[in-house]
C-alpha cells in the first residue's frame, strides 16, 4: 500500500502554512503489505516524544509521529481526481489529504445525508439476543490495545481472526465512501482519519480498524495527562500505563493514548453522534462521515466479554 500524493494533493491535516505543496507534509517512500497471521503479537510502532523544547510551530508527523495539542482540525471537503491511502509507517493516521475522491465512487463529490450512510453489521452494536439470522450472529471481538489482527470474528462456526476471514474487506459502509472520521469520547480528543486503499471504492472493516490503532497507539506527552479533570482520571491513567507495560513487556516505556482508556478497551461499536461531530469537526458538509467509537470494560461489564 504505496503513498505518494502529487503536489497539489500535499496537505498536512494540521497546516498553517498554505503553501504548495504543504511543507508540512511528511514524505513517505515506504509500503505496507497485508499480514499474515503469526504466533507472535505484532508491536506498534516505536515513537519518539515530543517535548516543550523541541515543538514547532507547524506539527511534522513524519518527523515526531506523536499527537499534537487537542484542536479541532480543519477538513477539506472532497473534490475530483484519484484517492490515495496513507503510509501508516510514516504517518500513523494523523494526516489527511486535500481531497477524498475516490475515482470508482460516485459518491464522492457530494456530502451526503448523514442517515443515508449505515455501517456493516459487525460495525454495528450487537444485540445480547443472538440469532443465525440476525447480524449479530456475526460479532467482533477485539482489545484495542492489541494490533487489528489479533481481532477475532466469532460466528455459527469456528472462530476466525478478522484477517483470515473475508469480512474484513468487505465495504465498512452503505454505499461505499472513501474516508470516515472515526472519534472516542474516552480517549484523547483526536480523530481518526480512515481512507480508502488505492483503487478501492471505499473504506473496509480492516481500513478501520487499522486507523483506530495507529492513532491509539501514538505516544504522547507525559504533560498532557494535566489535561485530566481530576486526580482519580490522572491515577487510572498511570494504572493503565503499568498494566500494559507488565503485560506486553514493552521496551518503549512512553505513554501512549491507549493507556487514557483504563480499563475501557474491548470494541463495542461504531455509531452515530451528531452532537460528537458538531463538537470535533468545524465543517458540517463532513458530519455524515464521523462515527462514535464505544468501548467496554475488560471487567464489570454490563454484557458478557465471552
Not at 10 to 39: D, E, G, I, M, Y
Not at 64 to 76: A, C, E, I, N, R
Not at 107 to 122: E, F, G, V
Amino acid at each position: 500500500m504505496a503513498y505518494q500524493p502529487s503536489s497539489s494533493q500535499q496537505r498536512s491535516l494540521f497546516c498553517q502554512c498554505n503553501k504548495t505543496p504543504c511543507v508540512c507534509w511528511p514524505s513517505a517512500t515506504t509500503s505496507s503489505r497485508p499480514r499474515a497471521r503469526s504466533q507472535s503479537r505484532p508491536q506498534p510502532l516505536v515513537q519518539q516524544p515530543l517535548t516543550g523544547a523541541t515543538a514547532r510551530p507547524h506539527y511534522l508527523p513524519a518527523q515526531t509521529q506523536q499527537l499534537p495539542s487537542p484542536h479541532t482540525p480543519s477538513y477539506m471537503s472532497p473534490s475530483a481526481g484519484p484517492h490515495h491511502s496513507p503510509n501508516p509507517a510514516a504517518s500513523p493516521s494523523l494526516t489527511v489529504p486535500s481531497h477524498y475522491q475516490a475515482a470508482s465512487s460516485p459518491l464522492s463529490t457530494r456530502s451526503p445525508q448523514a442517515n443515508t450512510i449505515q455501517l456493516h453489521p459487525l460495525l454495528k452494536a450487537q444485540s445480547i439476543l443472538r440469532t443465525p439470522e440476525s447480524p449479530s450472529a456475526l460479532r467482533l471481538r477485539w482489545d484495542v490495545r492489541d494490533p487489528p489482527a489479533t481481532a477475532i470474528i466469532h460466528s455459527q462456526h469456528e472462530p476466525e481472526y478478522l484477517y483470515e476471514h473475508p469480512t474484513s474487506v468487505a465495504y465498512a459502509t452503505s454505499p461505499p465512501v472513501p474516508y470516515l472520521l472515526v472519534a472516542c469520547n474516552d480517549a484523547l480528543p483526536w480523530l481518526a482519519p480512515v481512507h480508502a486503499r488505492e483503487g478501492s471504492a471505499g473504506v473496509t472493516v480492516r481500513d478501520v480498524l487499522e486507523a483506530i490503532s495507529e492513532v491509539i497507539h501514538t505516544q504522547v506527552d507525559a504533560s498532557m495527562a494535566q489535561l485530566l479533570p481530576t486526580d482519580e482520571d490522572r491515577a487510572r491513567l498511570y494504572q493503565a500505563y503499568h498494566n500494559r507495560i507488565k503485560r506486553s513487556g514493552a521496551d518503549n516505556k512512553a505513554i501512549i493514548a491507549v493507556d487514557w482508556l483504563g480499563q475501557k478497551t474491548l470494541f463495542v461499536c461504531l455509531e452515530r453522534d451528531e452532537a460528537l461531530a458538531r463538537k470535533r469537526v468545524k465543517e458540517e458538509h463532513m458530519w455524515p462521515y464521523v462515527f462514535s467509537l464505544k468501548l467496554k470494560m475488560r471487567k464489570g461489564a454490563l454484557v458478557s466479554d465471552a
